[in-house]
């Protein structure tokens, strides 16, 4: 089946400093989202990246999709206590669009 | 009110009992999603259903069974519960676009 891995598992950074998580997907995929869980919190909706090479920013984040639709990167820019979570990529396949398969995800932690 | 309901938010119980945990919506969306969260392995697809009449099988369905009893309403059962099925569960709805989210049921089988 799909695999979704998601690196790095774990990354502290001081505040200020920036932030990347990678996703890579076995498969080639339909789409990519990506979530925010904040601790104790629930997973919540930040994007859709569709295209191939497709580009978003939101703020001080970006995301970026492959051009081969497999891989996927979300960047924060000068990081805040407040980017605190754990941040989960998850991808749809082409059969079934709104199945998601997540990654692990990756826990940040900023140290103010 | 939350667009996603979960209950109960917390729940012990012991080995071998039934347990129902309940997801209502008030989205009108037509997919529903249970997943359980365990630390350092992310979300797994328990079931899922995209109308009242499909149901299907996640990648971790053995152990646990749905019921669809409205567009609205998707319940999960653990027919017998055991230990390694203490986590927090997540019910998930969508549409076109992102998935949202209940606030989770955190079950502690002892």
């Known amino acids: 089946g799909q695999q979704v891995m998601q690196i790095p598992q774990y990354q502290h950074v001081q505040e200020g400093e920036d932030f990347t998580t990678y996703c890579n997907s076995s498969?080639?995929?339909?789409?990519i989202q990506w979530y925010k869980q904040r601790p104790g919190g629930h997973p919540v909706f930040l994007i859709q990246l569709v295209k191939s090479g497709e580009v978003k920013k939101q703020k001080r984040l970006t995301f970026q999709f492959g051009e081969a639709k497999k891989n996927s990167s979300l960047h924060i820019t000068a990081t805040q206590t407040t980017d605190v979570g754990t941040y989960f990529c998850?991808?749809?396949?082409?059969?079934?669009?709104?199945?998601?398969?997540f990654g692990k995800g990756t826990l940040l932690t900023v140290n103010p | 009110d939350a667009d996603v309901t979960q209950t109960p938010r917390n729940r012990i119980t012991k080995t071998g009992k039934r347990i129902m945990l309940e997801c209502s919506q008030t989205?009108?969306?037509?997919?529903m999603y249970w997943y359980r969260q365990d630390p350092g392995l992310g979300l797994r697809l328990i079931y899922y259903?995209?109308?009242?009449?499909?149901?299907n099988k996640g990648e971790i369905s053995d152990g646990y069974s749905v019921s669809r009893q409205a567009q609205a309403k998707f319940s999960l059962s653990l027919e017998s519960a055991i230990p390694n099925q203490t986590a927090l569960y997540f019910c998930?709805?969508?549409?076109?676009?992102?998935?949202?989210f209940g606030s989770g049921t955190r079950l502690t089988v002892v």
């Open positions: 998850a991808g749809g396949d082409g059969g079934s669009n709104y199945k998601l398969t």
């Open positions: 259903s995209f109308d009242v009449k499909d149901i």
């Open positions: 989205k009108g969306h037509d997919r």
């Open positions: 998930a709805t969508s549409e076109s676009d992102g998935y949202t």
């Open positions: 498969t080639t995929l339909s789409n």
